[in-house]
């Protein structure tokens, strides 16, 4: 009888079940309830869910770099799975709120988290050279979804605009990305922010972007396929994994009259950094 070969695992520590119940090209995950000082920020992915994404595709000890770390979701996941983490965040308020956070974390960890490397630096991820960043082996991040925030229009937006505790869009910063009015131009900032980050990446480490398509004035932008199809240019674009929610409550858009649909999904895309197969 053939002897069974010893499961061999160079990417992480999940065992054969683990690794094959991530495969599944979409999943829910619903965000436990948030703080409230993370509350400030329009737009976070919920650090149990990056913990999946972290553990999936880096092993312990591991480095993983977010550069538009926002208040941090990134950085506490990487702490619970015990990977060193780098978050770059141009406002000021969310990276001190992402270092009280991850202090927090930290504390709450003890001893696990002591060796652990959390940093948030304030800065630019479009000017990288002056940050000093280490060779890193994955990056998990998510962009501005382009200038979404400054819509009027959208549900989230009012209840923000009613509530002195929550912000409605990130800063009045030029360097954000998502006070670029012009759609092609927003494509063009973040896909050089993105190919900027090679020379911190360790060749074969993957890059997973999280990213929704934009409506807007009655059209959809396709951000998430834009993205995909112009960093599939320099990075291998391997799949993509789709996050739904089933949380959220359906509003009546164009009830009677028109198709707009309640999107609940985000793209969550796959790339891998294999300079061999770029030109
Ligand atoms: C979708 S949010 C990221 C949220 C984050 N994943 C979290 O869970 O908190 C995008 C972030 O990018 C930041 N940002 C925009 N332009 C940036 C730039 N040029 N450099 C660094 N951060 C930037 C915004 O301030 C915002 O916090």
Redesign the pocket.
Known sequence: MAKKRPFRNRLNDLSPKEWLKFQKSWFIHNPPPRRKD?ML?P???P?TM?QEFVEFFTKRGQTVL?????????LVACLRAGRHSIG????ST?ANI?RQIVAEERDGLGETAAELRAEVVT????QLSDLNLPIVDYVL?????WDMLHSRGAETQRTRRASPDMDVI??D?P????NIPEYDKFIDRLVA?YVGLKPYIRPRAYLTI?VKNVKKGGRIYPLAWDLARRLGEDYTLKDERIWCQDDVRLAPYGLGSAWVSNTFHHYCLQFRYQPEMQD
Do not use: R
């Open positions: 993370v920020h737009a976070k992915f650090e990056a977010d550069p538009m770390v926002g208040t941090g979701s990134t770059i965040e141009l406002n969310y992402a800065g630019d991820a479009a991040t998510s962009p501005p979804y990130y800063s910063d360097a954000d990305l998502g922010v999280i």
